[in-house]
T-cell receptor, first 114, second 113 residues
Framework: NAGVTQTPKFQVLKTGQSMTLQCAQD?????MYWYRQDPGMGLRLIYY???????DKGEVPNGYNVSRLNKREFSLRLESAAPSQTSVYFC?????????????FGSGTQLSVL | AQSVTQLGSHVSVSEGALVLLRCNYS??????LFWYVQYPNQGLQLLLK??????LVKGINGFEAEFKKSETSFHLTKPSAHMSDAAEYFC???????????FGSGTRLQVQP
């Protein structure tokens, strides 16, 4: 029962480097999300995918791109990392994306951009 | 815009004492409301959710929350704190017309022996 799996768990980048955060869920969920968590600001939505083949911007999409590769996988890409993107990133999924549904979270990726 | 505000970024209680974590929401229509908990180095887990079926909602680990429309509040309580309750707690709201939750800034609960 893996649930939502994120890789890597930790990453250090230099300004301007690119990287992709991977997320996979094994619960056959339709909807997937990327959040970032910063001290004192809670979790802010970066992008979400209501279903396979669709993606939508959240509150803070600038500097990020996403790909819903298939129903299981939803990746987040930083094309040119900036220090402001230092954060903890969480991937989440839900069964059908209904507004009263439970979200299942991965354990997070701690990213530092120097 | 619909939002949630958590009052108090840090709360400290003694083991066995009442836990009260405050959450107020801003919404023109009754929203769906949630409390999530995050233990150190882990993702968030759902504690409980309000979906208009009942104003007093019971969750896991002895927590409960009461929806009060007149006060636009959804405070989280537990009668007796346990050391294992030490974590960060997030109130969240499901905005109308959006399919993703809006989270509050979080409250870190410390439990003293």
């Amino acid at each position: 029962n893996a649930g939502v799996t994120q890789t890597p768990k930790f990453q250090v980048l230099k300004t301007g480097q690119s990287m992709t955060l991977q997320c996979a869920q094994d619960m056959n969920h339709n909807s997937m999300y990327w959040y970032r968590q910063d001290p004192g600001m809670g979790l802010r939505l970066i992008y979400y995918s209501a279903s396979e083949g669709t993606t939508d911007k959240g509150e803070v999409p600038n500097g990020y791109n996403v790909s819903r590769l298939n129903k299981r996988e939803f990746s987040l890409r930083l094309e040119s990392a900036a220090p402001s993107q230092t954060s903890v990133y969480f991937c989440a999924s839900s069964e059908a994306g209904a507004t009263n549904e439970k979200l299942f979270f991965g354990s997070g990726t701690q990213l530092s951009v120097l | 815009a619909q939002s949630v505000t958590q009052l108090g970024s840090h709360v400290s209680v003694s083991e066995g004492a009442l836990v009260l974590l405050r959450c107020n929401y801003s919404s023109s229509v009754p929203p769906y409301l949630f409390w999530y908990v995050q233990y150190p180095n882990q993702g968030l887990q759902l504690l409980l959710k309000y979906t208009s079926a009942a104003t007093l909602v019971k969750g896991i680990n002895g927590f409960e929350a009461e929806f009060k429309k007149s006060e636009t509040s959804f405070h989280l309580t537990k009668p007796s704190a346990h050391m294992s309750d030490a974590a960060e707690y997030f109130c969240a709201l499901s905005p109308t017309g959006r399919r993703a939750l809006t989270f509050g800034s979080g409250t870190r609960l410390q439990v003293q022996p």
